[in-house]
C-alpha cells in the first residue's frame, strides 16, 4: 500500500472535523450540499466559545443559519 495515500486519507478525515457550522453542527464538507454557500466563521474558537455558539469548534456557517442570525 502506498503510504502517500494513506496520510491524504488521514489528513481529509481531520480536515472535515472543522468544516462544520458553528451554529448548527451541520456538516459543510464536500458532498455536504452545504460546501458552495459555507461562509468562513471569521472568529476564533475562542472568541466563538465567548459569543456562545453551540458549537465552537465548527469554522463555517452555513447558509441556513445565516439567513436565521440575518433575520433575528
Known amino acids: 500500500m502506498d503510504n502517500n495515500n494513506v496520510k491524504q486519507h488521514e489528513l481529509l478525515d481531520t480536515t472535515k472535523e472543522f ?9 459543510v464538507a464536500w458532498g455536504s450540499g452545504k460546501y458552495v454557500n459555507r461562509i468562513p466563521d471569521l472568529n476564533e474558537k475562542e472568541i466563538r466559545l465567548k459569543m456562545g455558539r453551540p458549537f465552537p469548534e465548527g469554522e463555517f456557517v452555513c447558509a441556513d443559519c445565516d439567513v436565521r442570525t440575518e433575520n433575528e
Open 19 to 27: 468544516e462544520l457550522c458553528s451554529f448548527c453542527g451541520k456538516s
